[in-house]
């Protein structure tokens, strides 16, 4: 029941090969791509120290779907075609969901914010991947579709399709797709509003490679070109340094559980949404979103005032 391939290590060449094409099409001024050379080896090596945490996690997040999958509910043919087309939306909906956790529970967003700490956005941002995901359980969400009888070979083949598919989402070179398919697939304008750190664009875009599952639980925001995307976190990192991106949001987490004094606190800290403090007095991304629309409202209510010649 192991998977026959894998879509990630296969697609290795095809990431080297388009990171260089997009850094000398920027170089030539071609394209557009801006690259800063510590922030790029700091992508780099996270995706390849989160080659090696997998490796170590690997075996029982695998053992364990093997397990749900012993005890599954139906027998899903690997060979059949519509159990493909069945799993591509199947999986698809639970990266979404996966996504969006990640981002609304600080617990979780602890292991994913490093895919975010860069103020850059290019193809290796793309390679700037979790160590710590496998601890964090989100594979969790996964097993569902195990235990309704996808072999759990099967689900890592398509989880690897989708991670590949994301790969060449991350990047500016690429404005926009025909109107049909930015409207149904995540694009790299999609998900460029996913990597903003305006407040307008926070929370937005958890797509895997459907857009649809945004659209359709209301998580979707266009990119608008009168106000380009910042890339980053609301708090940006002050260096490259390599473990500072990948733990300094569950050492957050170790200082303020430290200074806990309540359970309330505690499941505060742990699992409400990134920047949520006891007394309300830090941003989260809904405090920020809120005082962004308020401005906006008053920039139109003070529009509406003005005298018409």
């Excluded at 296969?10 to 997009?22: D, G, Q, R, S, T």
């Excluded at 956790?101 to 979790?130: G, I, K, P």
């Excluded at 608008?224 to 949001?249: Q, S």
Aim: net charge positive; hydrophobic share 45%.
């Amino acid at each position: 029941m192991k998977p026959a391939f894998d879509p990630v290590q296969m697609a290795i060449p095809f990431f080297v090969i388009a990171i260089v094409l997009e850094i000398l099409l920027a170089r030539f001024g071609k394209a557009r791509a801006n690259y800063e050379p510590r922030d790029a080896a700091t992508s780099l090596m996270m995706g390849l120290g989160s080659t090696i945490a997998g490796l170590v996690t690997g075996g029982a997040v695998f053992a364990a779907s093997l397990w749900v999958w012993e005890h599954r509910l139906f027998t899903i043919p690997m060979t059949a075609v519509w159990a493909w087309v069945v799993l591509f939306f199947a999986e698809d909906l639970t990266y979404y969901w996966f996504h969006r956790l990640s981002h609304e529970r600080r617990f979780w967003w602890a292991s994913h914010v490093n895919h975010h700490s860069s103020t850059h956005y290019n193809l290796t941002t793309a390679l700037r991947q979790t160590w710590t995901g496998g601890v964090a359980g989100t594979w969790l969400l996964w097993l569902p579709l195990s235990l309704l009888g996808f072999p759990p070979a099967m689900v890592a083949i398509q989880k690897g399709i989708s991670l590949v598919y994301q790969f060449w989402i991350h990047t500016e070179a690429v404005r926009r797709m025909p109107a049909w398919f930015e409207a149904v697939f995540n694009t790299p304008s999609h998900h460029r509003v996913h990597h903003a750190r305006n407040a307008r664009y926070l929370d937005a875009n958890y797509a895997g490679i459907l857009i649809i599952w945004d659209r359709v639980f209301g998580t979707f925001i266009p990119e608008d070109d009168a106000e380009p995307c910042r890339y980053g976190i609301v708090r940006n990192l002050p260096n490259f340094n390599l473990f500072t991106n990948v733990f300094h949001e569950w050492i957050g987490i170790g200082k303020d559980l430290a200074g806990s004094r309540s359970p309330r606190e505690v499941l505060g800290y742990l699992f409400g949404p990134p920047g949520w403090s006891p007394d309300g007095s830090r941003e989260t991304s809904h405090t920020l979103k809120a005082r962004w629309r308020a401005r906006e409202e008053g920039k139109g209510e003070a529009n509406s005032t003005l005298p018409h010649p």
